[in-house]
C-alpha cells in the first residue's frame, strides 16, 4: 500500500460521506429550543410561587385576615417543596 492511498482511507474514516442534512438539524434546533424555553418557564413560576409564599409569610395576622387567610395555612404552605405544589 503507498503512501497516498493510506492517506485517501483516513480521510474517509474522518468524514464519513454521509452528512446530516440540514432540515433535521434545523428541526432538532427548535425542539431544543423550545424544551429550554419552557424549562425556563416551569423555574421563574417555581420561583414566582416561592417569593410569594414567602411574602405571605412575612404579613401580619392582621393582614392575613384581610385576605382571609389564617397564619397556620400560610406557614404549612410555606414550608411546602416546590415540586410539590401544583
Given amino acids: 500500500m503507498r503512501a497516498g492511498e493510506e492517506r ?4 474517509e ?11 433535521r438539524a434545523a428541526r432538532f434546533h427548535t425542539i431544543l429550543g423550545r424544551t429550554l424555553a419552557r424549562l425556563v418557564k416551569h423555574v421563574i413560576s ?3 410561587g416561592y417569593r410569594h409564599r414567602q411574602l405571605l409569610v412575612n404579613l401580619d395576622d392582621r393582614m392575613l385576615r384581610d385576605i382571609g387567610i389564617d397564619r ?6 410555606s414550608t411546602n417543596s416546590f415540586w410539590r405544589l401544583r
Fill in 13 to 23: 474514516l474522518l468524514h464519513p460521506p454521509e452528512t446530516p442534512r440540514p432540515e
Fill in 46 to 48: 417555581w420561583y414566582q
Fill in 8 to 11: 485517501t482511507e483516513r480521510r
Fill in 72 to 77: 397556620a395555612a400560610a406557614e404549612s404552605d
